[in-house]
Nanobody, 123 residues
Framework: QVQLVESGGGLVQSGGSLRLSCAASGRTFSSYSMGWSREAPGKEREFVAAISWSGGSTSYADSVKGRFTISRTNARNTVYLQMNSLRPEDTAVYFC????????????????WGQGTQVTVSS
């Protein structure tokens, strides 16, 4: 099991950028694939992006392709989500998640979760 703490959320205008960070502790971070998901009010949690343990493979939801970039620094036990060209529909609580083993593109396939960080995009 890993413990995850997200940071970097906030309020931004449409078209702006934010970078989310997720600090991990507990087990060997480099053995875990990492993902980001989000949950908007009244909606189910949805997958946003994921990255393999090595960083060599990534996956994105269609809604964020070309705008969001996931990356990781294993030496710092940290995963990032760079969000550009933000839209009001990106408003949600963003959660970092960890999965031991290979990358997956569905939120329910991740076992360990952080508490989330709020991202609000104003129009």
């Amino acid at each position: 099991q890993v413990q995850l703490v997200e940071s970097g959320g906030g309020l931004v205008q449409s078209g702006g950028s934010l970078r989310l960070s997720c600090a991990a502790s507990g087990r060997t971070f480099s053995s875990y694939s990492m993902g980001w998901s989000r949950e908007a009010p009244g909606k189910e949690r949805e997958f946003v992006a994921a990255i393999s343990w090595s960083g060599g493979s990534t996956s994105y939801a269609d809604s964020v392709k070309g705008r969001f970039t996931i990356s990781r620094t294993n030496a710092r036990n940290t995963v990032y989500l760079q969000m550009n060209s933000l839209r009001p529909e990106d408003t949600a609580v963003y959660f970092c998640a960890a999965r031991y083993g290979s990358i997956r593109s569905r939120a329910y396939e991740y076992a360990d979760w952080g508490q989330g960080t709020q991202v609000t995009v104003s129009s």
